[in-house]
């Protein structure tokens, strides 16, 4: 009980100041803005172009989506609807009684069936997921590595919650998905924050 009440005090602690690291970040891209201006203009031979030169708008208002959409920000989002499924279902708990222990039997089941699914679609020869000389790296299977690891824990952890009654039907397994949205909103607002301070920087250093 102690322990548990010491994690949610940790985790309101954190909480408390992401809204202050999200205005910093912020901050930053416009000190960027302004430093880029400064020093393209004191230094015009450096090779520093500046986020506020005809240029640097045009960069910053074609290129922004296209910079955002990567396949890191569709893995937080998989993660994050992953997550909520499992937590609510209850799988990462301790069964506490026969119907648990028997949801837990067959969600292993589950989990093997689809494990030796993946391995004959990536072990043996002339794989589909396999590269054109026959290798895992890179591959089919290692660009949608995330994603099904992501899918699978969804797959199963809603076999589970079902199975086991803690999900009710799949209005239940849908409001998970959500919760896990909810829950890893945080992620995809420090992501866009981040990558755009990065990105900048690229176009703005020589």
Not at 22 to 42: C, I, P, T
């Amino acid at each position: 009980m102690t322990s548990t009440i010491w994690n949610l005090t940790w985790a309101d602690d954190v909480r408390k100041y992401l809204p202050s690291i999200a205005l910093a970040l912020a901050v930053g891209q416009l000190l960027l803005l302004l430093v880029s201006w400064l020093l393209s203009a004191a230094f015009p031979a450096s090779g520093i172009r500046s986020l506020l030169s005809s240029e640097g708008l045009r960069w910053f208002m074609g290129r922004f989506a296209h910079l955002m959409a990567t396949p890191m920000l569709v893995w937080l989002l998989l993660g994050a609807m992953a997550f909520g499924c499992l937590w609510r279902s209850g799988l990462l708990l301790r069964p506490s009684n026969y119907r648990e222990r028997r949801a837990l039997m067959l969600s292993l089941l589950l989990l093997a069936l689809i494990v030796v699914i993946m391995l004959l679609l990536t072990v043996v020869p002339h794989a589909v997921l396999l590269s054109a000389v026959g290798g895992l790296w890179p591959s089919p299977f290692s660009s949608s590595l995330v994603p099904v690891l992501a899918f699978c824990a969804t797959f199963v952890s809603a076999f589970y919650g079902l199975v086991s009654g803690r999900f009710a039907g799949i209005a239940d397994v849908y409001e998970s998905l959500l919760q896990g949205i909810r829950q890893g909103a945080p992620l995809m607002l420090f992501y866009l924050l981040l990558m755009q301070i990065y990105e900048s920087l690229k176009f703005v250093l020589p």
